[in-house]
């Protein structure tokens, strides 16, 4: 068997499986079985899911004492602390597109050598190519009056000539707003009509670009993190905890600036005039203070006590990718849910599982709305009058199997799917503003829809559909790596059990015992649950049987020497037997399991990974690393994978509870259907996967 790769892959599926697929549904009757007018949304978290979760920092923060550096390892893995030398950037004050820059400040000022005194306003305006007319004026409705006519701008950015007002007080690290220069914001459908007037550190400029205006904001980084910081993570955070939620803002702090320098990077190499702007396309960014205007809340610089320390705390510092070293996309959003989500692109950091979220300040890790049938049914006119909504994808990740990835609209007239991508580009969350594309729709219950666990080999476990998470042993310093995992009958608990034999047990699954410490021949392998879930047996690579509580011993390979060593482990459904399978494909059947034939007589292309039973034991089937399938006994071959070109090596299969047909799963949860298995999920999280267990059928009520 290759090196990394998982022995053993488990499954049990439901009896009542829910189809995944997106298949048409038959119309129904006009008026039958017709949705609610008010469809419930219950959501988890607020934004894309990426990287830092601010809620969840401060969770971490002020619930579990973290520090800002475990909160940054934790959510950007693959990466590593570092310094970047302090820059200056440009920054487009987007509200001001195409009009005259408006510019005063208590203190003097001065544009293009004309001196301002405190108090005056200046009126920069484009007259045409790299002609520029500086004025002054009383406000938005003055033209003004000229006192430089025309000028040429300084060649800038791109090469695009621009003109700068330049306080007399040049350091930008000073917070009194009375010596910083203001911008006076006209309205853009209405010019005569101002706004807002907002302070802000370093100078103010006018771009001149094809005869048209843009205004930005040139300050050293440092300084422009003071408007960027507040504004994504209150300041007012730093006190929560008894002052421990500082280490929150001190983490937003590194991931603003690690984020400024990368995409400052990115825009430039892309020939935009700024490295960044002031909305959530770059981030968030307020400049000093406002200090006028009703259509924004009021804030002011000399309430930003705590995040300005935070960015003092960690001046300079940043994140650098650990595959070359550049500064990382450090993105980051509001709110998780309880579950970050990858990103192969850019950052290259992974998913992790986000306790902080659940902070009990955050209002956003759970929500709930209603949207109307009639705004679905305009969405999608050729379903006619909608019958149902059902999520058939998922990220995988997280309670309720995550986000959304694909929805089925069903209605009287048909059904339409709508996919959505990876990056979560939801028109259906934004056409309805939903907080998250994390959602699901409870006046649908998918009652037969299937969960199961994923674990891993450091313990984690992902608990995806309908199944629930009882707790896992990725906090936990295992003497070695998890190898399988085992559910309980009852689908409320369950087992992780190490190489070493150490047994975990969540939810109702009961600590039987275990051989953690007692110097085994061979590494555990496998492992399989009693019925009643009063016991349960391990097997070893040497082939030797340990049992614990009602399940009892019928017999071992263990002092038998082997041809190839034992992979994989089954029980019986009367709990009175078991299989022991090789990597060669020989089986090892005792108490009342049958032998329904073997493949340890051939010369197998790649060992065997993994074997399911059939319901019943009539039969069993057998994977290969390279997909190859081979059945034996009362079941049916429903095709493999042996003859493809797999991207990943085949970990493992699982039958569904028909007998009807089976997936094949590669080492990183990707799953492929055959026969009467639907398509369950596409991948789950990009992580090596040891085990996947599916919550059993409920007992008939």
């Not at 103010?204 to 504004?231: D, H, S, T």
């Not at 705004?375 to 995550?402: H, K, Y």
């Not at 009882?470 to 190898?483: E, I, R, Y």
């Not at 699954?509 to 009063?534: E, R, T």
Request: with cysteine; aromatic share 10%.
């Amino acid at each position: 068997m290759a090196p990394g790769v998982p022995r053993r892959i488990l499954l049990a599926l439901c009896a009542a499986l829910g189809a995944l697929v997106a298949v048409p549904a038959a119309p129904a009757a006009a008026g039958e079985h017709v949705a609610p007018d008010q469809i419930t949304v219950q959501g988890r978290g607020w934004g894309h899911g990426r990287g830092l979760s601010q809620w969840g920092s401060l969770g971490y923060a002020v619930d579990h004492g973290w520090s800002s550096a475990q909160i940054l390892d934790h959510y950007y893995g693959r990466t590593t602390a570092g310094t970047a030398e302090t820059q200056i950037l440009d920054i487009h004050l987007t509200a001001n597109a195409n009009l005259d820059l408006l510019v005063t400040s208590a203190t003097d000022f001065n544009i293009a050598g004309w001196a301002f005194t405190g108090g005056e306003t200046a009126r920069l305006s484009v007259q045409g190519e790299n002609d520029f007319q500086v004025s002054t004026t009383t406000g938005c409705a003055d033209p003004g009056t000229p006192v430089i006519a025309s000028v040429a701008g300084v060649a800038g950015r791109q090469g695009h000539p621009s003109l700068l007002a330049v306080s007399a007080n040049a350091d930008p690290s000073i917070d009194d707003v009375d010596q910083m220069l203001v911008m006076i914001f006209c309205d853009s459908e209405e010019p005569a009509t101002e706004v807002s007037r907002r302070a802000y550190r370093g100078q103010i400029g006018l771009v001149e670009i094809g005869g048209l205006a843009y205004a930005f904001n040139k300050l050293p980084i440092e300084q422009y993190l003071r408007g960027v910081v507040p504004r994504e993570s209150p300041s007012w955070w730093g006190a929560q905890g008894g002052g421990a939620g500082i280490a929150a803002l001190e983490a937003q702090a590194v991931a603003a600036r690690s984020y400024a320098i990368r995409l400052a990077e990115d825009r430039v190499a892309r020939g935009f005039f700024t490295h960044a702007c002031d909305t959530t396309a770059c981030q968030v960014y307020g400049g000093a203070a406002l200090l006028a205007g009703s259509w924004l809340p009021l804030d002011h610089g000399s309430v930003y006590t705590d995040s300005n320390q935070a960015i003092v705390n960690t001046a300079d510092v940043v994140r650098l990718r650990d595959s070359d070293g550049s500064v990382a996309l450090t993105e980051f959003g509001s709110s998780s849910g309880g579950w970050t989500q990858p990103l192969s692109e850019g950052s290259g950091y992974p998913d992790v599982e986000d306790l902080g979220d659940a902070v009990s300040l955050n209002p956003h890790t759970n929500w709930t709305t209603t949207i109307q049938r009639s705004d679905v049914e305009a969405m999608f006119p050729s379903i006619g009058e909608l019958t149902r909504i059902r999520v058939t994808r998922r990220n995988g990740l997280g309670e309720w199997g995550g986000r959304t990835r694909q929805i089925l609209f069903e209605g009287t007239s048909g059904s339409e799917t709508l996919n959505i991508d990876d990056w979560g580009d939801d028109v259906f969350r934004r056409a309805f503003g939903l907080r998250s594309d994390w959602y699901r729709f409870p006046d649908f219950p998918e009652v037969g829809d299937p969960g199961f666990w994923v674990a891993k080999s450091d313990g984690t476990v992902l608990a995806l559909g309908s199944a629930t998470h009882f707790g896992d042993a990725s906090n936990q310093d295992l003497p070695s790596p998890v190898v399988d995992m085992a559910a309980t009958a009852s689908g409320q608990g369950y087992w992780l059990v190490t190489r070493s034999g150490d047994v975990y047990a969540y939810g109702d699954a009961i600590h039987i015992g275990a051989m953690s410490g007692l110097g085994l021949a061979a590494p555990i392998v496998a492992m399989a649950p009693h019925p009643d879930g009063q016991g349960y047996w391990f097997t070893a690579s040497d082939g030797g049987v340990f049992a614990f509580g009602s399940a009892a011993f019928h017999g071992s390979m263990g002092e038998i020497p082997l041809n190839q060593p034992v992979v994989g482990m089954e029980s019986t459904a009367s709990g009175n037997g078991y299989w022991l399978v090789a990597s060669d494909g020989g089986i090892f059947a005792f108490g009342d399991a049958q032998f329904h034939g073997s493949t340890g007589h051939l010369v197998l292309n790649q060992p065997i990974t993994s074997m399911t039973a059939a319901p019943g034991g009539s039969g069993y089937w057998f994977v290969a690393l390279d997909g190859g399938v081979f059945s034996f006994g009362a079941v049916d071959f429903h095709g493999s994978r042996g003859d493809r070109d797999n991207r990943r090596p085949i970990a493992g299969m699982a039958v569904t509870t028909t007998g009807g047909g089976y997936w094949l799963v590669m080492d990183d949860g990707t799953s492929y259907p055959f026969g009467d298995a639907p398509d369950f999920v596409s991948s789950v999280a990009g992580q090596t996967v040891v085990a996947i267990e599916v919550v059993p059928p409920l007992p008939p009520s």
